[in-house]
């Protein structure tokens, strides 16, 4: 790829991460949580960063046409920016260091448990919601020449 090229899709990504690190901030402003409490927000996010993952790769690989920019600024980006595996760990050890290890133990597996949960359900969904789109867009492929 040129290194003309390039510039649109960083741009793309610091678009869309800004735009998903302010949600995620929004977010915990919402659902505050106590030093050592439960970090609902932190959950929240993830989960619902891995719902639109999962829906987003649906979208980008079997149902729109290309579009260059949508993965760097959708995935990338905003569900990067979105979502925190940084501050999920934080959120984990402050929870056993405050003493409640129980607290720790509980949300360090649950998070990991409901966000691969979370992917699979965005891929899901978006196949059941989809599927009407995805057969017509299998058939324009059959219909180019060299489609299978």
Known sequence: MPRTRQWDVLLA????????????????VGLPHPPGGFAVSTLLANVLGCVLIGVLMVVVTEVARPRRLLRPFAGVGFCGGFTTFSTYVVDAMDSALQGRPGVALLYALGSVLASLTAVLAGIVAARLLLRPRRAGHARARQRQPGGV
Do not use: V
């Open 13 to 28: 990504i610091a678009a869309g991460g800004a735009l998903g690190s302010l949600a995620r901030y929004g977010l915990a």
